[in-house]
């Protein structure tokens, strides 16, 4: 019996994120969906961690894929 599938609307803490192109691409965890003063930013971070030095990223600009099941930009 084949698993069920969840196709992802809104980033969650915890979800992987891709971040980067070509050969500098790395994966972050995200860390918080709930960024001050911006609904529409998440912040990453490589350890996941609320408070350690990471990235703020536009959710509106990744798409959650599928295969392999992480957020990736939509570009």
Sequence with gaps: ???KRE???QMQAGDRILIGKGPSKKIYIVARVDVPHSPE???ATKS???FTIGVK???SDFVW???SRM???KG
């Design 65 to 67: 894929n599928e295969k």
């Design 48 to 50: 996941g961690g609320d």
């Design 57 to 59: 990223v536009w959710k």
């Design 41 to 43: 930013r998440a912040f």
């Design 71 to 73: 957020w990736v930009f």
């Design 7 to 9: 196709t992802r609307t």
């Design 1 to 3: 019996m084949k698993e």
